[in-house]
């Protein structure tokens, strides 16, 4: 594990298995008049904000290391989202508002007479999982197979993962798509048997999603420090001769690009049952753009910094849409183009830089030159 994990690495994974334990004993074991008391409320907050994190982390496995500026990784997340959404929605039955022990309320409404064959087998939540990861991929692997191997680099293949996402946004504001249309899935009950309200589930999804960020970026830290990654580094840095050497460079770009969908998967299906709701909203174009900001302002080509990024943004953006809802995408524009003109390598490089700075010794006075004897 030395080999994976360096100084700032083992840091961030401390800070994350930290929070996992400290928050929900701050919660539970505190009073609420403490100053360290973090309430109920902050729960499904924070564990949104790791969500976002491990999402930021699978952004940057593609872009930061691979050179794939990916303008669509919102389409994986709402995928993720939505395989989560259809197995919590099964989990309602009867509770509905019409008390459909099969059918969803909103297919109900709809005038559907049986349930659609693509939402079988979701009431079972091991299905749900491998869904979860599979949709995503699968999604992926098919775009990937074709772009990569058609050579489509740079803002061409930007423009057309963003056409991707937008295509399945219009696609699922249908009704007839089966998926709730513009409302989407929401009204959740029980997640595993457990009521998602119940402060107890909620504190169990914030912990999950700060293990599921700790395992995402040690897979993709693996991943790029392995032969693999050096090889996938070059492919970013020089990918014409890369593979005039021999290397299949499509094949390098399409694992990292499937796995990475794969991760945004798992971070949209954490995401779905601590903030209650999945809807085509998921899919604007705006939301992807926003995920390249994140890694952006943390630092690509980091992992570290790209969950940092993420945090850090959404922390601001949930300051901002209180204080100055209207100046909030100002103030994000303005932090994106301070951070490509101020900041290139992102807030870790500039962390990195005045450290580096700390610890460079001063430069010694030079010794006087001794004057020769009269």
């Known amino acids: 594990m030395r080999g994976i994990i360096d100084r700032t690495g083992g840091i961030f994974l401390v800070l994350v298995l930290a929070a996992a334990v400290l928050v929900p004993a701050s919660n539970l074991l505190l009073p609420e008049g403490s100053a360290l008391h973090v309430p109920d409320y902050m729960i499904p907050l924070l564990g949104k904000y790791l969500t976002y994190a491990l999402l930021a982390v699978a952004v940057d496995l593609v872009w930061g290391y691979c050179g794939v500026l990916s303008l669509g990784h919102g389409a994986f997340f709402a995928l993720g989202g939505y395989a989560m959404g259809m ?12 008390g459909n022990p099969v059918l969803p309320d909103f297919m109900v409404f709809l005038n559907y007479h049986e349930l659609p064959w693509f939402w079988l087998g979701f009431n079972w939540f091991p299905f749900a999982m ?8 699968l999604l992926a692997f098919v775009f990937g197979w ?16 963003q056409a991707m996402t937008f295509a399945l946004m219009l696609a699922f504001f249908r009704n007839d798509m089966g998926f709730g249309g513009n409302n989407g899935l929401t009204d959740f009950k ?13 504190l169990v999804l914030f912990v999950a999603s700060a293990l599921a960020l700790a395992a995402g970026y040690l897979i993709c830290r693996g991943l790029v420090t392995s032969k693999y990654g050096k090889v996938l580094v070059a492919v970013r840095d020089a990918e014409s001769r890369t593979r005039f050497l021999g290397y299949r460079v499509e094949n390098y770009k399409l694992v990292a690009w499937t796995l990475s969908a794969m991760l945004a998967g798992v971070a949209g299906a954490l995401y779905v049952p601590q903030v209650g709701i999945i809807n085509p909203g998921e899919f604007a174009p705006a939301q992807s753009i926003e995920m390249v ?3 952006a302002v943390g630092g690509r080509g980091t992992l ?3 969950a940092l990024g993420a945090l850090i943004v959404n922390a601001g953006k949930t300051w901002f849409t209180g204080v100055l809802p209207e100046a909030w995408l100002f103030a994000l524009g303005a932090l994106f183009v301070g951070v490509t003109l101020f900041l290139p390598k992102g807030v870790l490089g500039l962390g990195a830089q ?8 001063e430069p010694a006075a030079p010794s006087p030159t001794p004057t020769p004897a009269e």
């Open 87 to 98: 197995y919590l929605m099964r989990q309602i039955g009867p509770r509905g508002v019409y």
């Open 354 to 361: 005045l450290s580096g700075r700390l610890r460079r010794p």
């Open 146 to 161: 074709f772009a990569f191997r058609s050579r489509v680099t740079g803002v061409y293949l930007s423009i057309i993962t």
């Open 304 to 306: 570290v910094g790209a």
């Open 190 to 202: 029980d997640i595993l048997g457990f009521s998602i309200q119940a402060p107890e589930t909620r």
């Open 293 to 295: 900001i994140w890694v």
């Open 130 to 137: 491998v869904m979860v990861l599979l949709v995503p991929g």
